[in-house]
């Protein structure tokens, strides 16, 4: 059985359906935390994110960005002062599935080199749809990640 969405999703899932929405996801965590994580995934970096903003505001008309992070304080920082930019912050981990919702209800996304993150615009296929995904998805540099996003996502 589908667990229901809670009220303050239900709210937060009319105002991206209402916007030309993009989903931003950063994943911080285990990515930062755990030395053996880190070497391997590495997180990526503002001016990855910084890129993306970039290439999506020439693809899109529009744009109103909903920031998904593990870490919303760093992103509060660094994306603060844009003003198209809404950090969600009503879930926790223990109910991380109502973010992959609303992430997946977004029209375009910007991922970062996770699963949740792919899987997010993986499931969120609109019609004109632009995923930017990181171009360096393993930090380790020992992996072919090549075949990992469909051909049609912007990597950068």
Same mark, same amino acid.
């Given at each position: 059985m589908r667990t229901p969405a809670t009220i303050e999703n239900l709210e937060m899932l009319r105002r991206i359906e209402s916007e030309n929405a993009v989903c931003i996801h950063v994943r911080r965590g285990d990515y930062i935390s755990n030395p053996e994580t880190e070497r391997v995934h590495g997180a990526c970096s503002i001016d990855y994110y910084r890129s993306a903003l970039v290439a999506l505001r020439e693809r899109t008309d529009h744009p109103r960005f909903f920031v998904f992070s593990d870490d919303p304080g760093w992103a509060r !920082?660094? /994306? &603060?002062s844009e003003g198209s930019i809404t950090v969600v912050e009503i879930n926790g981990a223990d109910r991380n599935y109502e973010d992959l919702r609303l992430m997946s209800s977004c029209r375009h996304h910007v991922i970062a080199n996770s699963t949740f993150s792919w899987w997010g615009a993986w499931l969120g296929a609109h019609a004109g749809q632009v995923v930017v995904a990181?171009?360096?998805? /393993? !930090?380790? &540099?020992?992996r072919d990640s090549r075949d990992i996003c469909p051909a049609s996502w912007l990597r950068v």
């Open positions: !920082a660094e /994306f &603060g990181p171009k360096t998805w /393993f !930090a380790s &540099g020992d």
